[in-house]
């Protein structure tokens, strides 16, 4: 008999749950992937998904923006490597497009707007999101000494809007490829005598 308490022993349960359905996603995708495989694969009870996420499709919103903070958090290190702005323009936006949970997440939101009572775990996952952008956006002006044309809040939420909004034109059929969005060009960072980009 385990002598964790309740509480404890239900987050951790929680968090199992949610590890494992991020990694199944991840790797198969929403369809792909049963509840009754994801309580196996964390060694819990199909019931226990439901009363800690409300359905498969709650688990998946949460698991989806889970991997994209866990995927934002990558970008940092390529943006601080770079000896420009130009140079960090286009590191950020090539690698932002590649990120393998912005389509995860975008199929998340699609989900928000049928589910309602899920809008909350997206809100409040895009807005850690975009803090977080705007505290690493801070960091890396302070460190080089450069610029940006509007407040940093707004840089952040343009950047990742144009990210997801750029792999939900791709998801709905769009036949370019990810350099015919110029991701680069909505960032205005700049060294203090450069022309805006």
Known sequence: MSTEPPRARGRRT???ILEHAAALFAERGFDAVSVAEIATAASAHPNQITYYFGSKDGLFVHAAFMLLLRDAERLEPVGR??????????ALARSALTLPAVPIAVQAMSIT??????RPVAEQ???????????????????????????ADVEARTFWSTVLGAR??????FA???????????????????PTP
């Open 176 to 194: 370019g490829r990810a350099d015919d969005i110029d991701l680069a060009g909505v960032l205005t960072v700049r060294a203090p005598a450069e």
């Open 125 to 151: 996952s895009l807005a850690v999101l975009f803090r977080k952008a705007q505290s690493y956006l801070g960091a890396i002006l302070d460190r080089h000494g450069w610029v940006i044309d509007r407040p």
């Open 113 to 118: 707007r049928r589910r309602p009572e899920l």
């Open 14 to 16: 929680r968090a199992q």
């Open 81 to 90: 490597r770079r000896r420009t702005p130009a140079a960090f323009r286009t």
């Open 168 to 173: 939900l034109i791709s998801e709905s059929g």
